[in-house]
């Protein structure tokens, strides 16, 4: 499935005013592509996948948002669900995993979304499938979530997501809050998804977890997208200040010692008028006081002035 996102913008409104948690965000999707996007708490991630499933609860959304080639925010909220959420695109929220059910069964909670869904085929066979896909045991369908490990319980809400076998599974932090082993075991997990012929947006504050995963990248920052491209580029010429940072900050298996970016994010409550990173930027000049436009590189964008002049954006 093919997704187009162009200049979409997803705001709250709160006590303080409006919370411009997304804005402008653009990028392609081919067919079987999938996509990582990293950044620190509270820079939109969350936000820009609810957006995308339209599930954006408390905000408002603006701009375009195609599935191959219809326009999914035109829709009406009946055509959106019998047509495209769970079905053909879907998501593991943020924490689920703590939010599974404690009086019921998996197999109850599995039967559960089917019956909300309306789905109408063999209950049995559906959830069999689901379970096996996460390469989890029948025996898990009829246990508690307090007898199941947090690795198994992870595995059971991406085995929840894919019941009605999406194509394209948007993952919310899909590997936090486990310890470094079993994130290994479900980054192999989402690995093999992806052979079976799956795509992720796959959403984290981690950047080495996409590498493997990952056909395209997005690096968040203040509520926009500030670099986005192949993630052989992001990785080997990463291009904004910000993305270089972020890599910087992953320990690298040679030992050497990782650098932090100083200073925290802006709020976006009221998002500053110049480059969103121009606090911490240790490259900043004096036009970085205007919001920079996004330049192209060879595989996508980056939005810092630095590249303004084509010839050194590739
Ligand atoms: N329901 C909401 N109402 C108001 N503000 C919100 C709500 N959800 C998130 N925000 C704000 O929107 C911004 C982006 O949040 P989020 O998308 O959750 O970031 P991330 O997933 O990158 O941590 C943050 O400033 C957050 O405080
Ligand atoms: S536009 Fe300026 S302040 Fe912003 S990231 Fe680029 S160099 Fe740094
Ligand atoms: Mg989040």
């Not at 936090?176 to 796959?202: C, E, P, R, W, Y």
């Not at 995963?213 to 993630?231: L, R």
Request: proline share 5%; aromatic share 8%.
């Amino acid at each position: 499935m093919k997704l187009s996102v162009k200049d979409l913008s997803s705001r709250y409104s709160s006590i303080k005013g409006p919370v411009y948690a997304v804005e402008d965000v653009d990028f392609v999707l081919k067919d079987g592509e999938s996509i990582g996007i990293a950044g620190e708490s509270a820079c939109g991630k969350s936000t820009l996948g609810l957006s995308i499933i339209r599930m954006l609860s408390g905000g408002k959304v603006q701009g375009e948002n195609f599935l191959d080639d219809e326009s999914i925010l035109e829709l009406s909220e009946p055509d959106f669900d019998s047509k495209y959420r769970w079905k053909k695109i879907s998501m593991i929220f943020q924490g689920a995993m703590n939010s599974l059910d404690p009086v019921f069964t998996v197999k109850n909670q599995f039967e559960e979304v089917l019956k909300q869904h309306n789905f109408q085929g063999n209950f049995d066979k559906t959830i069999k499938d689901a379970i096996n896909s996460v390469s989890l045991d029948e025996i898990v369908l009829k246990k508690y979530p307090h007898e199941l490990s947090g690795g198994m319980k992870q595995r059971v809400v991406i085995a929840m997501a894919l019941l009605l076998k999406p194509k394209f599974v948007i993952a919310d932090e899909p590997t936090t809050a486990l310890d470094v082993l079993i994130q290994a075991q479900i980054v192999n997990l989402l690995k093999k998804l992806k052979k079976d012929g799956m795509s992720f947006m796959l959403i984290t504050h981690d950047l080495a977890v996409l590498s493997e995963i990952a056909d395209k990248i997005g690096i968040m920052y203040g509520g926009q997208m500030v670099e986005f491209g192949s993630s052989f580029e992001i990785y080997k010429n990463p291009k904004h200040p910000y993305t270089q940072g972020l890599l910087k900050s992953i320990p690298t298996l040679r030992g050497d010692a990782p650098t932090y970016i100083k200073g925290i994010p802006p709020s976006l409550l009221e998002p500053p008028t110049e480059c969103r990173f121009i606090e911490r930027c240790p490259l900043a000049i004096e036009k970085c006081k205007k919001l920079p436009p996004k330049f192209e590189t060879k595989t996508g964008y980056v939005q810092c002035w630095l590249y303004e002049d084509e010839k050194l954006s590739n």
